[in-house]
């Protein structure tokens, strides 16, 4: 007996250790999930790091980098809050975040049910146009940006109000700028809602915009849990955007206060406090993310898998 065995089928002989078998149902699904549970590990261990390091003094940062803290330096979080004014971006960053994350949701979701459902030529073009929004990177519309904000602020405190903050204008251009994918994900998830849902609400005398709030809205709540979460964090991680839009130090962000306090301290080399400004930042989100994770898989591969 050879030491390759065959099986027959059809007619047809097929190698159970063939190349192709090999490497494409066992040799390369393994590596990959091999290499996918290794990043893993490895972005675990990094935020496990710096949370470690914000409980250091200085000294010890260089001299233990791997090193458990002597005796934690919970002060370290004090001298991060009060050196960068985390309170004020810690409140900037809060709003904006709650309120453009709700504000993109309630705009994205009548447009993506618009999208999903009409039977106009237009609608599978403008979808796509959307698709398109999300692939234009933000440094190629930086220019444009900082010559609307200057017109705005300009136009609104000359002929309007007297007055502007920047902040409005960081709240509209991040709505703005993030609609293209919450858009494209909510019209792929009710695509594949059945039509029949809506029609046993209009023969129950319910209107579009009635079905549309009383029926799909529920329906679809894995969805718009998804997008609103994912744009939680990154409305919250927002850094570009913010130093270019609000330059002054009382209107800065999280993400702007920290880099603020890495200019501090790279000159007092108090790298335990910018260690505990980078736990301030991220660990909020990562515990976001692991309480809502499954359902931000579940709603990504409803919406674009069907």
């Known amino acids: 007996m050879s030491a390759e065995t065959v099986v027959r089928s059809g007619g047809r002989g097929t ?24 990043w893993v590990a490895f972005n675990l261990a990094l935020v496990g790091w710096v949370g470690i390091q914000s409980l250091k003094e200085s000294g010890e940062v260089w001299l233990s980098p791997f ?47 618009v999208l999903a459902r009409s039977t106009r030529r237009v609608a599978g073009p403008l979808t796509g146009y959307f698709a398109m929004g999300m692939s ?53 998830y009710l695509r594949s809602l059945p039509q029949e849902i809506e029609e046993a609400a209009e023969l129950d005398g319910a209107g579009p915009l009635r079905a549309f709030v009383q029926v799909v809205l529920p329906i679809a709540r894995p969805a718009m849990t998804t997008v609103l979460v994912l744009n939680v964090i990154g409305l919250w991680n927002e850094t570009l955007l913010a130093l270019l839009i609000t330059p002054l130090p009382e209107e800065r962000t999280l993400p702007a206060a920290l880099l603020s306090l890495y200019g501090s301290m790279q000159y007092s080399s108090d790298w335990g406090a910018l260690f505990a400004g980078i736990t301030i930042l991220v660990y909020p989100m990562i515990v976001l993310y692991l309480w809502l994770g499954r359902r931000i898989v579940e709603g990504m591969t409803a919406g674009i898998g069907k």
């Not at 149902?25 to 990959?32: A, F, G, I, K």
């Not at 803290?69 to 709650?98: H, M, R, V």
């Open 15 to 38: 190698s159970v250790w063939s190349p192709r078998r090999l490497f494409g149902d066992l040799l390369v699904p393994r590596v990959t999930s091999l290499a996918l549970w290794l």
């Open 136 to 188: 234009i990177p933000l440094q190629t519309v930086v220019i444009p940006i900082v010559v609307v904000k200057l017109s705005v602020s300009s136009f609104m405190i000359d002929w309007v109000t007297g007055w502007w903050d920047n902040r409005i204008t960081l709240l509209v251009f991040q709505v703005v700028l993030s609609l293209p994918f919450t858009v494209f994900v909510l019209t792929g």
């Open 67 to 113: 090193g458990l803290p002597d005796s934690p330096q919970w002060s370290n979080y004090g001298t991060a809050w009060k050196a960068a004014g985390f309170s004020s971006a810690a409140l900037t960053s809060t709003l904006l975040t709650l309120v453009g994350s709700l504000l993109i949701v309630a705009l994205a979701a009548p447009a993506a049910y």
